[in-house]
């Protein structure tokens, strides 16, 4: 019997993403829910959800992930962000079942000098930031099977995101202004998504030595980082995102001051990878290979428009 895979915010960048690259016949037999079937932001609609179904992995890919709007709704953040992943971690541990939960650069400050490890302090700096800290911790505290993987700048063909943004902007202005001095590293979702299977297939092929944990063997949900390699600043990625577009706008360099926003943004967040490149063999793409791709992704979609 094949394994049985659920994965919430079916509609988000990296849950689009896993849909992508799962085909028919894959070993695993995926169920794909958005919020009219598995609502966050609802206790109830959660419970009622798992009444009658169980699974051997949990992929919770849903969040709540409008920063500058979580400062006007913090409650509505928690819920989804923290609460609601507690839920998930109580059903996953009742039901031994696997939770891969993702979680953000935010929960750091920002403050760091060289590339954030998973064992490095935690202060976020806004509620977004904080919600999705109190979701790891309950993770942590419910300790089901699993891993926690933190992620950034995370960009797609799907949805809203930083390069779908530049292309549009780039196509309507002839110049643009963006930060320089908040530094990090992209992640492409299929890339992510793509880390994910890894994993679930590293943990299924070899069970003795299982970092997702197992029965008798785990001894707590792992903390991971995941990004795709090298280093820029959002000033960086737009010009790469405009040059490998061919896009004729000028983009200039302007300080985060210049720039002022609700949630205040981390002016560091590169995270080191070795752990998940080590726990689970990963060869992680650097970050222009994969805007690449995308941006080839993004062509063949307009040119079915």
Not at 179 to 187: A, E, M
Not at 245 to 273: F, G, W
Request: proline share 4%; with cysteine; hydrophobic share 35%.
């Amino acid at each position: 019997m094949s394994k049985t895979i659920l994965v919430t915010g079916k509609n988000g960048q990296l849950g689009q993403s896993l849909q992508k690259i799962v085909n028919d016949d894959a070993q695993y037999d995926f169920t794909f829910v958005g919020r009219d079937q598995l609502d966050l932001a609802s206790p109830k609609s959660i419970s009622d959800f798992f009444k009658n179904k169980q699974f051997d992995v949990i992929i919770n890919c849903a969040a709540y992930t409008a920063v500058d709007k979580a400062e006007s709704e913090p409650e509505l953040a928690d819920q989804i962000n923290h609460l609601a992943v507690k839920q998930l971690a109580d059903i996953a541990k009742a039901n031994d079942s696997a939770l891969i939960h993702i979680s953000t650069d935010y929960v750091f400050d920002g403050q760091n000098h060289r590339p954030y490890i998973e064992t490095d302090p935690v202060a976020p700096q806004g509620i977004y930031g904080a919600t999705k800290l109190k979701g790891e911790q309950a993770c942590i505290s419910v300790n089901p099977k699993g891993a926690l993987i933190r992620t950034s700048w995370v960009y797609s063909e799907f949805g809203n995101n930083f390069v779908k943004t530049m292309l549009r902007l780039g196509a309507e202005r002839d110049s643009l202004n963006v930060i320089y001095d908040q530094v990090g590293s992209p992640t492409y979702a299929a890339d992510l998504a793509s880390a994910i299977l890894t994993m679930v297939d590293n943990s299924e092929r070899n069970r003795s030595q299982v970092k997702l944990g197992n029965e008798g063997k785990h001894k707590g949900i792992e903390i991971y980082h995941y990004s795709n390699e090298g280093v820029c600043a959002w000033y960086d990625f737009a010009k790469a995102i405009f040059e490998l577009s061919q896009t004729a706008c000028q983009v200039n360099p302007i300080e985060t001051k210049d720039y002022p926003t609700p949630a205040k943004r981390p002016h560091y967040s590169l995270m080191n990878k070795a752990k998940i490149k080590t726990d689970f063999g990963l060869t992680i793409p650097y970050w222009r290979y994969s805007l690449i791709h995308c941006l080839t992704e993004l062509k063949k979609q307009r040119a079915f428009l």
